[in-house]
């Protein structure tokens, strides 16, 4: 069991610094990584230009002609100290509409017999579950959801697809999650929503955001196409 | 407003400025130019503010019409042009006379031509920039490359007296070396650098590596020899960063560029250091690098050495 204080400071690059909250997925590593991006949020340092979280990691990049590893890391060790205090938004409950299987989920027969469930199973399972948006990445709007049911915990592809169609939700390992755009992608999909995932223009332009509460409610092709006619 | 009539768009023409830094926490990469020193030596040319939005060509470059005309400047890589049947160089402002045509051909040198003018180009912004985001439809001339046909406006001029100031050829030699068949990309060590065995690394940086014909503004990918981690490491998603060069299970190196994923799951065995991600958007398909290590003091030092240049050419 690694100490649940230790944090690892790593040059990445030659203008970003690698924070490590330990080296497994756990909800106090995720929930610092939250508190430090908060606060790297509220209290902004200039030569600071992105930041990069993850399950148990924040990537920060900075301006290298403007600050240094060890200066950045010295600001980061007293922030670090007072993050128990730092105050994290209340967050979102979503439910996503998502279609299971046939067109909308290529691989849901092909994951459902790997665990020798129905696709029906499989599909009542999946939306069964609360999950957590561990963090975004990937591309814009894409969620990485953790609590997938262990029992349909399942690799990815052999090899990843050229293109997976905008709003299909997959299943990685123990992650779940949803493609906001046509992009090329290893994931094995379950099903597809119809609703967007990231609406530039809006105020919350990602539908999720860290630490938001997830879950997934089961619709027919119908409703799949209704929705997705009035979401155009 | 002055206008760009685009006749041809050529391979793949995106307008891009600097990029939008900071929306790591959704998901968005910074993308903006692939060279932004040749954007910001561009801009520059025709008293632009450096981070103006221009057009960036690809391989192969676009022929353009100017009603109005325009004062513009080509950077980066010579794409053999033309204004109006007369050569057009490169690193020199030009002035376009109304109903003036530049064509811009293929490439001579590296994969990318930048085409300033100024005023800048207008397009509406995403995030607080210009810069396309081809990948996910967003930011840029409707979110994608130019088509034959499109329009785009010119922001108004705010310099009537312009600044004759061509950039030396002594300047350019100190911001990179000549074009050479064999290219060096400086790095410093990766994340899991340490996952790899020794082996592994002396491969790596004694190897010579192809750019393959999947080279695009999310990334690289190379052929070589293969580089493996050292055990099946339990590698866990994280934040990557611009450069980094990330090793597939097939171990077939891959450089994240400007329009990156955010985040990535594979072991990093170096990053291309800063001063050199401008040397990673000239590489074409076919070309051969070299990866030399570098420590991070040094790298700084280089990039500050070539901050020093730029800011010389004001």
Not at chain 1, 119 to 126: G, N, W, Y
Not at chain 2, 241 to 251: D, E, H, K, S, T
Request: net charge neutral; glycine share 12%.
């Amino acid at each position: 069991m690694s100490d649940p204080d230790a944090v690892r400071f790593q040059a990445a690059s030659d203008q970003s610094l690698l924070v490590s909250f330990g080296g497994e997925i756990t909800p106090a590593a995720h929930d610092r990584v939250r508190r430090l991006l908060r606060l790297l949020e509220s209290e902004r340092i200039p030569a600071v230009r992105n930041l990069h979280p993850a399950y148990c990691s924040l990537l920060i990049c900075f301006d290298a002609l403007a600050i240094e590893h060890n200066e950045l890391e010295t600001i980061l060790r007293r922030h670090l100290a007072r993050i128990d205090d730092v105050p994290l938004p209340q967050p979102h409950e979503v439910e996503i509409p998502v279609c299971y299987g046939g067109e909308f989920g290529a691989d849901l027969a092909e994951l459902a017999e790997m665990h020798n469930m129905t696709p029906e199973h499989v599909a009542a399972l999946h939306a069964s579950a609360n999950y957590t948006a561990y963090f975004l990445g990937f591309t814009p709007g894409f969620a990485y959801l953790g609590g997938l049911p262990e029992a349909l915990a399942t690799p990815r592809l052999p090899s990843p697809r050229r293109t997976v169609p905008a709003g299909s939700v997959g299943i990685a390992g123990n992650q779940t999650g949803v493609y906001p755009f046509a992009t090329a992608g290893g994931w094995r999909l379950i099903g597809r929503t119809p609703i967007p995932l990231f609406r530039p223009g809006e105020r919350d332009m990602s539908l999720l955001a860290i630490g938001d509460r997830v879950r997934f409610r089961p619709i027919s092709p119908q409703e799949f196409a209704k929705l997705a006619g009035e979401c155009r | 407003m002055p206008l760009i009539r685009v006749e041809t768009p050529g391979l793949f023409t995106t307008v891009q400025d600097l990029g939008r830094p900071g929306f790591g926490p959704i998901g968005v990469s910074a993308s903006g130019a692939a060279d932004p020193v040749a954007l910001r030596l561009g801009n520059r040319l025709v008293d632009n503010p450096e981070g103006a939005a221009a057009l960036e060509m690809t391989l192969l470059g676009g022929v353009f019409l100017f009603p109005e005309g325009a004062r513009a400047a080509l950077a980066g890589s010579d794409f053999g042009a033309t204004l109006d049947g007369a050569p057009a160089p490169l690193w020199t402002a030009l002035d376009i006379r109304p109903g003036g045509m530049l064509r811009i051909g293929p490439t001579r040198s590296g994969a990318r031509c930048y085409l300033s003018v100024h005023g800048g180009i207008v397009v509406k912004p995403f995030l607080g920039s210009a810069s396309t985001h081809a990948l996910s439809g967003l930011g840029g001339f409707d979110g994608r490359a130019l088509r034959k046909g499109d329009v785009l406006g010119i922001g108004p001029a705010t310099v009537t007296a312009f600044r004759e100031r061509p950039i030396s050829a002594e300047t350019l030699g100190r911001l990179a070396p000549r074009p050479s068949s064999r290219k060096v990309l400086r790095v410093t060590d990766g994340p899991q650098s340490d996952w790899f065995s020794e082996e592994s690394r002396n491969i790596f940086y004694s190897g010579v590596y192809r750019v393959t014909e999947e080279a695009n503004r999310m990334g690289i990918r190379l052929e070589g020899a293969a580089v493996a981690v050292r055990c099946g490491g339990h590698m866990i998603t994280e934040g990557v960063a611009l450069g980094a060069i990330q090793a597939p299970p097939g171990g077939q190196p891959i450089i994240l560029f400007v329009e990156q994923q955010t985040t990535g799951g594979y072991p990093k065995i170096a990053n291309v250091i800063a001063a050199d991600l401008a040397s990673v958007g000239q590489l074409r398909p076919r070309d051969e690098i070299r990866f030399e290590r570098v420590d991070v003091a040094t790298a700084r030092n280089l990039l500050r050495q070539q901050e020093e240049v730029i800011r010389e050419v004001h």
